[in-house]
Antibody, heavy 120, light 108 residues
Framework: QVQLQESGPGLVKPSQTLSLTCTVS??????????WSWIRQHPEKGLIWIGD???????DFNPSLKSRISISIDTSKNHFSLTLRSVTAADTAVYYC????????????WGQGTTVTVSS | EIVLTQSPGTLSLSPGESATLSCRAS???????LAWYQQRPGQAPRLLIY???SRATGIPDRFGGSGTGTDFTLAISRLEPEDFALYYC?????????FGQGTKLEIK
């Protein structure tokens, strides 16, 4: 059974950099066949896809966030990470990591989410 | 960028009734990459339907998806208390995932 677990700071100051990690258990990131995504949800709002990464390191990003984000993968630790630079209060959200198949059939495994607040 | 518009915003029904949720795309899309999710309070979304009409693993047959082109529907029959939640449609195209704004299914 594949499980995803987000981790990172719950509080980040404005203008700083947010770093989150998603640890994968029950599957190996080296095996391929899946895309690993980050999604966020603002309080009482809908879902926004941030970007994803393949085991090769290839990434795709939401154009609205592309200038401030990077996603990396560490197959030795079986985790992938999100970096979001120059955060503002508008980046306050619940951040989820999730998995999709190479066929893009839908995000079938999700982490429980981690709440990030941007505040001084 | 494709925009997904869900309706209604809120749907009030009673347990045992049937629900019909709509997702309209701003342009014709491939149903191959159209999915539906359920999100209960305090939980992550859960994949219900992929490919517009295929149920994800473990999803009961009370849930059904249909549609082509710009209009897609999620139908839920014999509503149970745990079905009252938020529902999102989602589409993938051109290296971008987009979500609808959601429909809240609430108990009448």
């Amino acid at each position: 059974q594949v499980q995803l677990q987000e981790s990172g700071p719950g509080l980040v100051k404005p203008s700083q950099t947010l770093s989150l990690t998603c640890t994968v258990s029950g599957a190996s990131l080296t095996s391929g066949g899946y895309y690993w995504s980050w999604i966020r949800q603002h309080p009482e709002k809908g879902l926004i896809w941030i970007g994803d990464i393949y085991h090769t390191g290839n990434t795709d990003f939401n154009p609205s966030l592309k200038s401030r984000i990077s996603i990396s993968i560490d197959t030795s630790k079986n985790h992938f990470s999100l970096t979001l630079r120059s955060v503002t209060a508008a980046d306050t959200a619940v951040y989820y990591c999730a998995r999709d198949t190479a066929s893009r059939n839908g995000l079938d495994v999700w982490g429980q989410g981690t709440t990030v607040t941007v505040s001084s | 960028e494709i925009v997904l518009t869900q309706s209604p915003g809120t749907l009030s029904l009673s347990p045992g009734e049937s629900a019909t949720l709509s997702c309209r795309a701003s342009q014709s899309v491939s149903g191959t990459h159209l999915a539906w999710y359920q999100q209960r309070p305090g939980q992550a979304p859960r994949l219900l339907i992929y490919g517009a009409s295929s149920r994800a693993t473990g999803i009961p047959d009370r849930f059904g998806g249909s549609g082509t082109g710009t209009d897609f529907t999620l139908a839920i029959s014999r509503l149970e208390p745990e079905d009252f939640a938020l529902y999102y449609c989602q589409h993938y195209d051109n290296s971008l995932y987009t979500f609808g704004q959601g429909t809240k299914l609430e108990i009448k």
